[in-house]
Structure formats: C-alpha cells, structure tokens
C-alpha cells in the first residue's frame, strides 16, 4: 500500500522567504504526482502536476521536481507572499491503470507580513 | 470557483438527525467520487461511481449512503452519525477512472456531528 508523507506538519516564514516543501512516497511505480493547494475550509486547487517520466514542472513562482528512485518530491515557492498562506497537499497516481490517488496529509504554510 | 458545487457548505446535526450532502458537476464528467478529510489527516476516498454506477466502497460504515441519479449530481445520505464523523467532505469529478484523468474538487462541506 502507497504511503505518502509530508513533512513538516506545519512551517511559519518571514515574507520574502522562500518555502521549501517535501513529500515522500513508499512505492515508486507511480504514474504522476501532483501538488495541491488548500485554503482553510475549501477544496483542493492542483498547482502542478509532474509526470513520472519528468524531473520538475514549473508555474510562475513554484517548481516542483520529482526523484522517483528515491520516492521523493519537493515544492519550492520563491519570495513566499501572505497569499502563499494554505496547505500544500500531494498526492500521487500509481502506475496501474488507477484513479486512486494516495495523499499526504499536508503542510500547513504561514507567511508572516 | 470550479466546475463542482457542493451543498450545503456547513451542516451541524445531532446523532439521530438525517442529514443529505449534495455535488454537482458542470464538466460532463462521467465519474464522482466522495472523500472524507479528517483533520491532520489524508484524504480517504469513499465511494466512487462511474456513469451513475457504484464502482467503489471502500469498508465506509453504511450510515453513509450514497446515490448518484445522473452523471452530474451525487448525494451523500447520512444517518445515525457518530461525532468522530465530524470532517470535511469533499466531492470530486473526472472525465473517466483512468490514470489520467485529473481529478477536480468541490470546496467541501464542514460537517459537524454533535
């Protein structure tokens, strides 16, 4: 069974700071992995989505890269905003033709003005 | 604001109460899908349809009970809940069940059980 982990639990930065998050994964015959974002009490918003066959995707300030051998991704967030305040969740697809995404139970961001 | 509603947004109910969750896709989605988010916790899925069938139910005590009418609506019917059922639910939708098909979610309902 696909176990995902996400550590820290919770991170607090100075604004301007950048964030570094990690998840790590026991299996590494996933199709693709995927970052989300979550504000308090709402659903879940996918930031970026890596395939198994990429080392890292990138969108305006976030990059995301991938270490499948070592069951590993980290999302890095440049100069960290107040905006940037959420938690960051991942989830990954397994290579069997599946829809059941195993989930890390996030990291709690706070960026202090 | 995504293609998928959820109401109601929060819902507060006692134990013996009957209570209804609804979902609503506007994507032409084939599958939905219930997850359980508890706090501190990863999201558990819960049932699965595909094309108003139930694909999956995955040992969810049968207090919950689903129902998908059509491919764009899902309900979840709750009944004789316990408090440590108090969580955020959430709904999602995707074009099929295959691997690739992304998942888009609802904001949730804050369910609280008293």
């Known amino acids: 069974k696909q176990e995902v982990t996400q550590i820290p639990a919770a991170l607090s930065v100075p604004e301007g700071e950048n964030l570094v998050l990690n998840c790590s994964f026991t299996d590494s015959a996933i199709y693709n992995l995927q970052w989300f974002r979550q504000d308090p009490g709402k659903g879940l918003t996918s930031l970026l989505l890596?395939?198994?066959?990429?080392r890292e995707q990138t969108s305006g300030r976030l990059n995301a890269s991938l270490d499948k051998s070592s069951g590993r991704s980290t999302l890095y967030i440049a100069a960290s905003q107040p905006g940037d305040s959420a938690t960051y969740l991942c989830?990954?697809?397994?290579?069997?033709?599946?829809?059941?995404?195993?989930f890390g139970a996030g990291t709690t961001v706070t960026v202090r003005a | 604001e995504t293609g998928v509603t959820q109401t109601p947004r929060h819902l507060v109910m006692g134990m013996t109460n009957k209570k209804s969750l609804k979902c609503e896709q506007h994507l032409g989605h084939n599958a939905m899908y219930w997850y359980k988010q508890s706090a501190k916790k990863p999201l558990e899925l819960m049932f699965v349809y595909s094309l108003e069938e139930r694909v999956e139910n995955n040992s969810v005590p049968s207090r919950f009970s689903p129902e998908c009418p059509n491919s764009s609506h899902l309900f979840l019917h709750l009944h004789t809940l316990q408090p440590e059922d108090s969580a955020l639910y959430l709904c999602?939708?995707?074009?099929?069940?295959?691997?690739?098909?992304?998942?888009?979610f609802g904001p949730g309902t804050r369910l609280t059980v008293l």
């Open positions: 989830a990954v697809s397994p290579r069997s033709n599946d829809y059941k995404l195993s």
């Open positions: 999602a939708s995707s074009l099929g069940l295959a691997r690739s098909d992304t998942q888009y």
């Open positions: 890596i395939q198994s066959s990429q």
